[in-house]
T-cell receptor
Framework: QKEVEQDPGPLSVPEGAIVSLNCTYSNSAFQYFMWYRQYSRKGPELLMYTYSSGNKEDGRFTAQVDKSSKYISLFIRDSQPSDSATYLCAIGANNLFFGTGTRLTVIP | GAVVSQHPSRVICKSGTSVKIECRSLDFQATTMFWYRQFPKKSLMLMATSNEGSKATYEQGVEKDKFLINHASLTLSTLTVTSAHPEDSSFYIC????????????FGPGTRLTVL
């Protein structure tokens, strides 16, 4: 079983929609939960970073961690065409395990 | 499927020595491998893109002679940090893709380098 699983998509939504991106993980010892956004030919940009269960909000982005279910989510409200990118989750402790990324397209 | 490994996972070395990090795609052939560097709680910085059998393409500001990249086969790429200094201490991550784009890539678990 891979340490982190992420649905690769692709995911297409109309502008203004709420987007839900998800990852599951296998190791209950993991304590860092991150979401990255990556545009083509660029390095992944850190969007959200959290240690604990619960919700963390930053503007239109909300990261949710459920340690009991080993499940994390990233919600994007009022999605914009500029949100079109690949979103990666990364989870770990001493090392970081990345999901494969979900390619999101927001259609104007 | 699509597993990428890195070796070693952690290395501590003395200043002035060279360190080689291996990135392997275990169950698929990777035409392209990407090398990233991450500072604590920061985004990943793309260092270079390597294609099997050809020279790596380095991003602006990355020293080619400092960070030597070799992509000898479709399953192996190596990053050698030459004459390492404490400022090279970082988390180095590789990813492997089946195309030339970063759209679909599979990340390794990273190598934490500490230079004393």
């Amino acid at each position: 079983q891979k340490e982190v699983e992420q649905d690769p998509g692709p995911l297409s939504v109309p502008e203004g929609a709420i987007v839900s991106l998800n990852c599951t993980y296998s190791n209950s010892a993991f304590q860092y939960f991150m979401w990255y956004r990556q545009y083509s030919r660029k390095g992944p940009e850190l969007l959200m970073y959290t240690y604990s269960s619960g919700n963390k909000e930053d503007g239109r982005f909300t990261a949710q961690v459920d340690k009991s279910s080993k499940y994390i989510s990233l919600f994007i409200r009022d999605s914009q065409p500029s949100d079109s990118a690949t979103y990666l989750c990364a989870i770990g402790a001493n090392n970081l395990f990345f999901g494969t990324g979900t390619r999101l397209t927001v259609i104007p | 499927g699509a597993v990428v490994s890195q070796h070693p996972s952690r290395v501590i070395c003395k200043s002035g020595t060279s360190v080689k990090i291996e990135c392997r795609s275990l169950d698929f052939q990777a035409t392209t491998m990407f090398w990233y560097r991450q500072f604590p709680k920061k985004s990943l910085m793309l260092m270079a893109t390597s294609n099997e059998g050809s020279k790596a393409t380095y991003e602006q500001g990355v020293e080619k002679d400092k960070f030597l990249i070799n992509h000898a086969s479709l399953t192996l790429s190596t990053l050698t940090v030459t004459s390492a200094h404490p400022e090279d201490s970082s988390f180095y991550i590789c990813s492997a893709g089946v195309g030339t784009s970063t759209d679909t890539q599979y990340f390794g678990p990273g190598t934490r380098l500490t230079v004393l």
